[in-house]
């Protein structure tokens, strides 16, 4: 069962929404049903999240993706369609029903913070505890283990005030730890922090994820982040899916021209990994196999060395021609000695970008080897320069590029900054009702 699905889901702004419903069931696009004076934000949408799994939705600003991402907790009801959180219709569930699930199962990360600026770091990351009627030692005890989680240890005591961007976000995020829910939704959690705090802030939730296995419906406007990210990335555009599949698909097989478009300028070799870089390893040889055959097998490939593999695709080492036919000439019956076991082998879900110094210091093709110590591919240095050179020269200006020229937007472009604020009252409104702090208080 998925963690999330969202199963045909409309949400249409103005008065004639159910028309307009029909209308785009019928595949017209958004600007043709102008003249019913409504906003299509999220058109026919269709997903499911897999338990554990960090689901980016990414779009322009416009795109539908706050609306979306409402939907899916229940704090805005769809035009049409159903949300399942957990096998659980939850446009079906009344109110206090659906606090309840939502306090239960579902955080959110704002893009604001959303703290109380009046309440301590611990009572702030305890607050949905709070709500759920936890004792409050027991609740500020897992806010400090939270803050412990997210490198804020020390800070429990401060205001939000005394706190920079980024550890406010933080506290915003052990939150939401705090909570335990096994869902949180994260709509532009990062996007009003610096890049280097962003980035950072990147990793670290990629690492509380592979300790902590939520799932995470995280929203972006930034295509690099979606791809740092995203198990699985879900292009919105004018409200409508794009494309739904992960970054090396979507990089290697866009769906149509506008994420074409909108990929063209990502830097490859951060998103690619080394298997997806990889060929097979042809030729291998066995270490019982004696020179000879050796020698032959490379000649037969057309190759000047081979990796030496066991039956069960242990990686032993490599053999180049040029020792094998000196061995032979002096009489040798096996490859014992002749076996280079030092070799340069590396992760299949190393990035391509990490793999350049290692290929430069190799003798060898690199050598792709799992978990499990087994040969399953090879990168020779041609097919590393042929992924590089498969990228745009501008790379790391994809992020604005993409997200404020490249493509056109159909929405007029705000500011991230003034679109936030435009869009935060009817969220901060629901989620007061909720009990987590307004945003505007807490940017007092
Ligand atoms: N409460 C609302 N009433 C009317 N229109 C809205 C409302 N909320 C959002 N919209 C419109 O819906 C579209 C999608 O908005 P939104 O979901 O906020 O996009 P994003 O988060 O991708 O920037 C936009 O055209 C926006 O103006
Ligand atoms: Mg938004």
Not at 160 to 172: A, F
């Amino acid at each position: 069962m998925p963690a999330v699905r969202a199963d045909r889901l409309y949400k249409i702004f103005g008065k004639r929404a159910s028309r307009a419903v029909e209308l785009l069931n019928d595949g017209r696009h958004r600007d043709e049903i102008a003249a019913l004076d409504v906003t299509a934000a999220v058109v026919d949408v269709n997903f499911e999240v897999r338990a554990g799994e960090i689901f980016v939705v990414m779009g322009l600003s416009g795109s539908g993706k706050s609306t979306l991402i409402r939907m899916l907790n229940g704090l805005l009801e769809p035009t049409s369609g159903v949300v399942e959180i957990d096998g659980t219709d939850i446009t079906q569930l009344s109110g206090a029903a659906l606090r309840r699930l939502r306090s239960q199962k579902v955080s959110m990360v704002f893009q604001h913070f959303a703290l109380f600026p009046h309440r301590s770091v611990e009572e702030n990351a305890a607050y949905g505890l709070e709500v759920r009627g936890v004792p409050r030692e027991e609740r500020l005890a897992k806010a400090r283990e939270s803050l412990a989680l997210v490198g804020l240890d020390g800070w429990e005591n401060r205001l939000p005030e005394q706190l920079s961007g980024g550890m406010r976000q933080r506290v915003g995020l052990a939150r939401a730890l705090a909570a335990d829910t096994d869902i949180i939704l994260m709509d532009e959690a990062f996007s009003a922090l610096d890049p280097l705090i962003r980035r950072d802030m990147q990793s670290q939730l990629l690492e509380l994820q592979a300790t902590l296995g939520k799932t995470i419906v995280f929203i972006t406007h930034d295509l690099n982040e979606a791809m740092r990210l995203g198990d699985r990335i879900c292009v919105l555009r004018d409200g409508r899916v794009a494309q739904i599949g992960t970054a090396e698909e979507i990089l290697n097989d866009p769906a149509n021209d506008y994420v074409a478009q909108f990929v063209e300028d990502v830097d490859r070799t951060r998103v690619l990994t080394a298997s997806s870089v990889m060929e097979p390893p042809i030729p291998v040889i066995d270490p019982n196999h004696g020179p000879r055959t050796a020698l032959r097998t490379m000649r037969e490939n057309q190759t000047v060395s081979a990796f030496v593999v066991r039956r069960n695709r242990q990686l032993v080492g490599a053999v180049r021609e040029g020792v094998i036919g000196e061995a032979l000439s002096s009489d040798a019956k096996d490859l014992e000695g002749l076996i280079d076991t030092d070799i340069e082998r590396v992760h299949p879900d190393t990035a391509v970008a990490d793999l350049f110094h290692q290929a430069a210091e190799s003798t060898y093709p690199l050598a792709v080897v799992d978990d499990e110590g087994r040969l399953v591919g090879v990168i020779p240095r041609v097919t590393l320069l042929a992924a590089l050179g498969a990228q745009n020269s501008s790379g790391s200006a994809a992020d604005s590029a993409a997200s404020e020229t490249a493509v056109d937007s159909p929405a007029p472009a705000p500011s991230e900054e003034s679109d936030a604020n435009a869009k935060e009252p009817p969220e901060a409104v629901a989620a007061v009702e909720d009990g987590v702090a307004d945003e505007e208080g807490s940017r007092q």
